[in-house]
């Protein structure tokens, strides 16, 4: 892969716990991103792929989201999910910070780190190699995007302008109908990788919650050191799904209060 250009892969979010779909996130987008040849030729993409890295960013306790176990515990699990993985890890800079951090902040966070990283290499020749920095979601993601308050516009144009998304879809949803139906999303569309997954795993953090409320199985929707912990632990029960119930999301707030 000499030549190409070197990128890492950032996905945010809550982790709520960390599932099978999560991990798998990272290695259907490296495939994708490692065969963009044709396509990058054909869209007069910047050049060729190879992906270095990929980071789990989990938000912190502020952000407000109804059923969210504190940041140590998803931290936690999602270190004992990653822990055969040679190229993703587990990042807590945004998890600690004293509020919510927006995603655009934890972006420039993450890339200015890496670029500090490759500069201070004594090998001249990665010293000058510094990676792109791309954010990584589910087509569920885009969505967000659409909800009246959440994101700022210049924020979007950030992630999407200056970093660039690497999109997943998932069951029905299909993140090109989100880029058709934003004249911002449009405008970048050549800065959004749509990876298709053929092979549609439905496992969401949310239903693992519910039957774990409900007493039901999740064997196999995560790994088994994640089941261990959530025992260990007594995590997910009906009494801390009702936790922020009645809270506002913190991007919400934060909007009013800079409006």
């Known amino acids: 892969m000499a030549g190409r250009i070197p990128l890492v892969l950032l996905a945010c979010g809550s982790f709520n716990p960390i599932t099978h779909q999560h991990m798998r996130l990272f290695e259907l987008a490296r495939d994708h991103m490692h065969q963009t040849d044709m396509l990058s030729l054909s ?4 050049g060729l792929y190879r992906v270095v890295g990929g980071i789990v960013s989990p938000v912190g306790d502020n952000y407000g989201k109804q059923g969210l176990v504190v940041s140590k515990h998803r931290l936690a699990m999602a270190r004992l999910a990653l822990q055969s993985s040679d190229w993703v890890s587990v990042d807590d800079w945004e998890s600690q910070q004293a509020d919510w951090t927006e995603t655009v902040v ?17 090998d001249p020749l990665t010293a000058s190699d510094v990676p792109q920095l791309k954010l990584l979601c589910g087509a569920d993601f885009m969505d967000t995007f659409k909800v009246p308050g959440l994101w700022r516009d210049d924020h979007v144009e950030e992630v999407v302008g200056r970093f660039g998304l690497v999109c997943v879809s998932r069951g029905s949803l299909q993140p090109d109908r989100a880029i058709h139906e934003s004249d911002l999303l449009s405008r970048h569309r050549q800065r959004i990788f749509l990876v298709r997954e053929w092979v549609h795993n439905e496992i969401s953090a949310t239903e693992v919650r519910r039957a774990l409320r409900r007493g039901q199985s999740i064997k196999y929707l995560l790994p088994d050191s994640v089941i261990d912990y959530i025992r260990e632990h007594n995590l997910y029960t009906q009494d801390s799904e009702m936790m922020n119930k009645e809270v506002k999301l913190r991007p919400l707030t934060m909007q009013t209060i800079q409006d």
């Open 43 to 46: 869209l007069h993409f910047a």
């Open 106 to 122: 934890t972006m420039r966070y993450h890339y200015d780190h890496i670029a500090a990283q490759y500069h201070n290499s004594k």
